[in-house]
């Protein structure tokens, strides 16, 4: 099984989505409140919780945006996406 992590940010909210061989196991939106950076790390938690999973079980975390790349829930996104790779990869 292959565990893929989709943030999908519009203006309005974002989703948090988890794959599983490219389907739809669960997700989470929630509204633009300036907050990305908690909000995301608590959505990751839960949805890792909710499966049963542990972080390293997710093997990819993809962002998709239609946010210009210098709005900072875009960059925190981005941040989030590669510390989340660089500490599940940790041997």
């Given at each position: 099984?292959?565990y893929?992590f989709?943030l999908?940010?519009?203006?309005e ?6 794959l ?5 196991v669960?997700?989470r939106?929630w ?12 959505v990751?938690?839960?949805l ?15 962002v ?13 996104a ?7 790779a660089f ?5």
């Amino acid at each position: 099984m292959k565990y893929i992590f989709r943030l999908e940010l519009q203006k309005e909210s974002s989703k948090l989505i988890l794959l599983e061989d490219d389907k739809e196991v669960a997700e989470r939106t929630w509204p633009e409140a300036r907050d990305m950076g908690t909000k995301l790390f608590e959505v990751i938690s839960a949805l890792l919780d909710e499966q049963g999973l542990k972080p390293s079980a997710v093997e990819d975390f993809v962002v998709e945006s239609e946010l210009p790349d210098v709005y900072t829930s875009t960059r925190i996104a981005e941040t989030v996406k590669k510390v989340y790779a660089f500490g599940v990869k940790r041997k």
